[in-house]
């Protein structure tokens, strides 16, 4: 397998931290053992917690303002491909990528497999890009898949259907769909009617997915609409996923949401109608800002985690979600907030794995409101970095993954070998 950070140089960071890990990991498992939890089983557990990189974001993100490329920012698919393999070997927990189209466009499908392949990356849901422009063809300034002209429509449909036809040489099994569709002035669409050529237009892309595949469809209150969205929140979604059948599913982005929205609520009702797609993480302050996830309400993820691991233990039938990151990295290096947000959901996992379930159970079947908080939160303030660390170790990650990118080099390498183009002043990628 490639692997573009040199193993023995892992192996000597390593070694500056392996002691203190066996201490701390050491400490933190008697503390568990005195609440019956074994820290050997949780960390296996753990280590089964992956999630999938978007292509866009091993690339410096922007805002609608402007854009400060860092150097040696991946020029082509090829190269984030080597960024995105960098994540994983130290990380050792994003072993998928989910591309996006045109944007990650290539000549041979087969041939960018292979090569992620090499790497031993394999790719996670499509996402198809109906919210811009492409080279020159009909617009979709007005709309895509709700377009009042048909021949937009079509055209967008079309291009669903590509993707699912790219996916499938890729090995993908699902094709995520979120329009920008929707109106900035009141009076400028029929909301009734937009909605009833959104669903049109999505039975025909659902028509022809491949019978193992899936559908997902995501949601967002506004932007780049700024009055009103088609697909606007979870109500909207679950109603069209239920309108086109079992293979359509709801996908949650943690940005696509109001500021005081109860997220973890929404995530409880489509486990239980057996309607969750998965998830886009991302963390926010207030709308979709695309920050690193755990960066800004660590709380709420544990409170999504923890009904995820509700729903894993009782077998919950219908329940296998995708995950994936969708972030934008403004100004940080993207490779290190990729590995610390996937270091994050992992810590969620964890904590959310620590909860004492037959506590919560008895404390809310008794009302006894203080004891069910404090259940939960004593698991959310288990400080559970040992397991996640000897977690990433057991599998010839870094135990400290961007002290040990930093200590590689790779960047000022890639900086060197990647000479960028001229700036562009675009904003979001
Ligand atoms: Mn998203």
């Excluded at 040199?6 to 609440?35: F, K, P, T, V």
């Excluded at 590995?339 to 379930?357: F, I, P, T």
């Excluded at 990118?405 to 002043?425: I, N, T, V």
């Amino acid at each position: 397998m490639q692997t573009p950070i040199d193993a023995s140089l892992i192996e000597l960071e390593n070694s500056s931290h392996r002691q203190n890990l066996a201490e701390d990991y050491a400490s933190l498992g008697i503390r568990l053992a005195r609440r019956n939890i074994n820290i050997d089983q949780i960390k296996k557990q753990v280590a089964t917690f992956n999630v999938a990189i978007p292509t866009w974001g091993v690339a410096t993100g922007g805002t609608r303002f402007a854009r400060f490329p860092n150097p040696g920012d991946p020029r082509d698919l090829y190269e984030k491909l080597e960024d995105c393999a960098v994540v994983q070997q130290l990380g050792q927990s994003t072993p998928t990528l989910s591309p996006h189209f045109p944007w990650d466009d290539v000549s041979d499908y087969n041939e960018l497999r292979e090569r992620a392949n090499a790497y031993g990356l394999s790719f996670d849901a499509v996402n198809s890009n109906t919210f811009a422009d492409q080279h020159g063809q009909l617009s979709y300034k007005y709309g895509s898949l709700t377009h009042t002209n048909s021949a937009v429509r079509s055209q967008a449909v079309q291009h669903n259907l590509e993707c699912i036809e790219k996916g499938i040489q890729l090995g993908s099994k699902a094709l995520t769909v979120w329009i920008g569709d929707g109106s900035n002035f009141p009076g400028q669409q029929d909301f009734t009617a937009s909605l009833e050529r959104y669903l049109e237009s999505m039975r025909k892309i659902y028509a022809r997915l491949p019978d193992d595949w899936q559908l997902f469809i995501e949601h967002k209150l506004y932007e780049p609409a700024f009055y009103a969205t088609v697909i606007q929140d979870w109500g909207s979604n679950y109603l069209c996923a239920q309108e086109l059948g079992n293979k359509a599913k709801c996908l949650v982005d943690l940005g696509h949401h109001a500021p005081t929205v109860n997220i973890e609520m929404i995530v409880a009702r489509l486990i239980h109608f057996e309607k969750l797609a998965g998830f886009h993480f991302n963390d926010s302050k207030y709308g979709d800002d695309d920050l690193d996830s755990g960066s800004i309400q660590p709380f709420q993820l544990f409170l999504i985690f923890n009904e995820l691991v509700a729903a894993e233990l009782r077998n919950q039938p219908g329940f296998s979600p995708s995950y994936m990151l969708d972030q934008s990295h403004n100004v940080t290096d993207p490779i290190e907030s990729l590995m610390n947000s996937a270091g994050n959901l992992r810590k969620a996992y964890c904590q959310a794995l620590l909860v004492d379930r037959s506590r919560l159970a008895s404390a809310q079947n008794d009302n006894d409101v203080l004891l069910a908080h404090n259940t939960l939160k004593q698991a959310f303030e288990t400080d559970v970095e040992p397991i996640v660390a000897s977690a990433r170790l057991d599998f010839g990650g870094a135990i400290d993954p961007i002290e040990t990118f930093r200590a590689s080099g790779y960047r000022s390498r890639k900086a060197k070998a990647r000479p960028q183009q001229l700036a562009s002043g675009s904003g979001i990628v």
